[in-house]
């Protein structure tokens, strides 16, 4: 990291909402540019932990959530599961406690679905959106609706296996590779750090073992095509060259529903955000945000 960004450590955030307490990093505290960050899938906060200060440097304040059950946040009750749409209700409460201070949704891959999906039922809340490699959810046939709840109640009745136990922060980087979407050990290590806990002898995850499950319902294609339509607030898409959406023929078909979009393809993988060229990542975003009348860059 340069000396420019040297000068933004990350500050820890809680929030208290309605009903459990959210987690977070905030970088460049002050700055006129207010963005909200949402994570992927198993990952935390700190998978913006170097984009965030970057961005801070060129004028931006970025608030980072852990989503819940991740991270620090906290974990639903018990007998509850996690739906990805419930998401959008923690997304509203947030804004509710930062009294929508923050116009722009960042999101990466699963955190860029939820943005996306928020901003067709909610885009009044928001000014503009910046998605990661992530251009909608995972859908299903219909025909296919029996066996998707199917699977899911099967998981749902299983008794869940007792979390892994790992020899140390290393070791767990090193699985955490392996994962889903892919990473280097550089950046698994920040991404650890934030979600292990020491556990008799060793390590194992925070992060709460009921986000494995496989979801009770998926939206077919009918209905992700309807909510991007919906989406009518001018969003930057950023994709990796070697990510899910690698050239502009994969992307092609959901980006015209997106009324309002504009996409540019950096240097990465899916992680753009931890493994890819971050310069051109932090360019790509603040040459947008000048170019839509923010004071910064």
Same mark, same amino acid.
């Given at each position: 990291?340069?000396?420019q960004? =040297?000068?933004? %450590?990350?500050?820890?955030?809680?929030?208290?909402l309605?009903?459990?307490?959210?987690?977070?990093?905030?970088w460049g505290a002050?700055?006129?540019?207010?963005? *909200?960050?949402?994570? !992927? &899938?198993?990952?935390? +906060?700190?998978?913006?932990?170097?984009?965030?200060p970057?961005l801070? +440097?060129?004028?931006?304040?970025v608030? +980072?959530? $852990?989503?819940? !059950?991740h991270?620090l946040?906290?974990?639903?009750p018990?007998?509850?599961?996690?739906?990805?749409? $419930?998401?959008?209700?923690?997304?509203d409460?947030? *804004?509710?406690?930062?009294?929508?201070?923050y116009?722009?949704?960042?999101? #990466?891959?699963l955190?860029?679905v939820?943005?996306l999906?928020?901003?067709?039922?909610?885009?009044?809340?928001?000014?503009?959106?910046?998605?990661? =490699? @992530?251009?909608?959810?995972? /859908?299903?046939?219909? @025909?296919?609706?029996?066996?998707v709840l /199917?699977?899911?109640?099967?998981?749902?009745?299983q008794?869940?296996?007792?979390?892994r136990?790992?020899?140390?922060?290393?070791?767990?980087?090193?699985?955490?590779?392996?994962?889903? !979407?892919?990473?280097?050990?550089?950046?698994?290590?920040? *991404?650890v750090?934030?979600n292990?806990e020491?556990?008799?002898?060793g390590?194992?995850?925070?992060? =709460?073992?009921?986000?494995r &499950?496989?979801?009770l319902?998926?939206?077919?294609?009918?209905?992700?095509?309807?909510?991007?339509?919906?989406?009518?607030?001018?969003?930057?898409?950023v994709?990796g $060259?070697?990510?899910?959406?690698?050239?502009? @023929?994969?992307?092609?078909?959901?980006?015209?529903h997106?009324?309002?979009?504009?996409?540019?393809?950096?240097?990465?993988p #899916?992680?753009?955000?931890? =493994?890819? $060229?971050?310069?051109a990542?932090t %360019?790509?975003?603040?040459?947008?945000?000048?170019?839509?009348?923010?004071?910064?860059?």
């Open positions: 990291m340069s000396d960004t =040297d000068r933004f %450590q990350a500050q820890p955030v809680t929030l208290r309605r009903h459990s307490h959210a987690a977070g990093l905030r002050g700055n006129p540019v207010k963005v *909200l960050a949402l994570h !992927g &899938w198993l990952d935390n +906060a700190a998978a913006f932990a170097q984009l965030g970057r801070a +440097a060129q004028g931006a304040e608030l +980072a959530l $852990d989503l819940p !059950g991270g946040s906290d974990h639903k018990a007998g509850e599961i996690y739906h990805m749409l $419930d998401n959008l209700l923690w997304i409460q947030v *804004l509710d406690v930062l009294a929508e201070d116009p722009i949704l960042m999101g #990466h891959s955190g860029g939820l943005s999906l928020y901003a067709s039922a909610a885009s009044e809340r928001l000014r503009h959106l910046v998605i990661l =490699d @992530a251009l909608g959810p995972f /859908t299903s046939k219909d @025909a296919d609706m029996s066996a /199917t699977k899911g109640l099967h998981k749902a009745r008794q869940s296996a007792p979390k136990l790992y020899a140390s922060l290393d070791e767990a980087a090193e699985d955490r590779t392996k994962g889903f !979407g892919g990473l280097s050990r550089e950046s698994a290590l920040h *991404l750090a934030r292990m020491p556990h008799e002898g390590w194992r995850w925070r992060s =709460d073992a009921r986000l &499950w496989p979801s319902s998926r939206m077919n294609e009918a209905q992700v095509e309807a909510c991007l339509r919906a989406v009518n607030i001018p969003s930057l898409l994709f $060259d070697q990510g899910f959406f690698p050239d502009e @023929a994969s992307r092609a078909g959901r980006m015209a997106l009324s309002q979009a504009t996409q540019v393809t950096v240097p990465g #899916h992680h753009l955000h931890m =493994d890819g $060229d971050l310069s990542l %360019q790509a975003i603040t040459h947008y945000f000048k170019n839509e009348g923010y004071p910064c860059c």
